[in-house]
């Protein structure tokens, strides 16, 4: 059995905390009446997925979505309402990702976004002055790789990038046709439930893994 070399985590529901029901909200407030309907938690369809998926981009959005709510939208309203998705970052999360890199794992992310939530991301998003990318080796997001999970080539670009087999990789994601998909490819997985604390069982599987290959 291959050792394990490389972690990749799912960023919402998993690295951090969700928060539908504020996004459906905030998405109503600035006039999407059936927000519920078009808003997902794992995969987003429509403008919402074209936007995910690189196929537009911010502008064309805030356009496509004014004219979906029938009055003129701001970036800054876009930005609220995506924005809504976030519920906190637990701050063990994050210390449990540094920790596994200073054991010696490559750590990315693997995430379906968008430019939106990435903005707040690239910027403060542990709350002490930390961008995302201060806490990963790597990120593979979906609408920079123009496909999203769970698509096999997202996995392909996370595995060929990270330098990692699939059976060298631990893949954590709380959707479960993500967690279907890698697995199909060969990779380890984890699928807590939505907002789920995972780090006991990240570190259990480790060891498990660990123990197998000697």
Not at 6 to 15: E, H, P
Not at 37 to 48: P, S, W, Y
Not at 88 to 116: D, M, W
Not at 162 to 183: I, L, S
Request: hydrophobic content about 40%.
């Amino acid at each position: 059995m291959s050792e394990i070399k490389n972690i990749a985590f799912d960023l919402g529901g998993v690295v951090l905390a969700l928060n539908y029901e504020q996004a459906v909200w905030r998405f109503e407030e600035i006039g999407l009446k059936d927000a519920r309907r078009q808003l997902d938690a794992f995969e987003q369809k429509g403008i919402f997925g074209d936007l995910e998926s690189g196929r537009i981009d911010e502008e064309d959005f805030r356009r496509e979505l004014s004219a979906m709510v029938g009055s003129p939208l701001t970036m800054n309203d876009c930005y609220w309402a995506w924005h809504g998705y976030v519920e906190h970052v637990p701050q063990h999360n994050l210390e449990t990702i540094l920790k596994l890199r200073e054991a010696g794992y490559k750590v990315c992310l693997l995430s379906n976004t968008n430019p939106f939530m990435m903005q707040w991301a690239g910027n403060d998003f542990d709350g002490h002055g930390h961008a995302i990318g201060y806490f990963f080796d790597a990120l593979y997001l979906s609408y920079e790789c123009k496909v999203m999970k769970p698509q096999r080539a997202i996995f392909e670009m996370m595995l060929k990038g990270q330098q990692a087999t699939a059976a060298e990789t631990v893949f954590v994601d709380d959707g479960p046709r993500n967690v279907e998909a890698a697995a199909a490819m060969g990779m380890h997985t984890l699928c807590p439930k939505n907002n789920e604390d995972w780090t006991g069982a990240l570190t259990d599987l480790l060891a498990k893994l660990k123990e197998r290959t000697k």
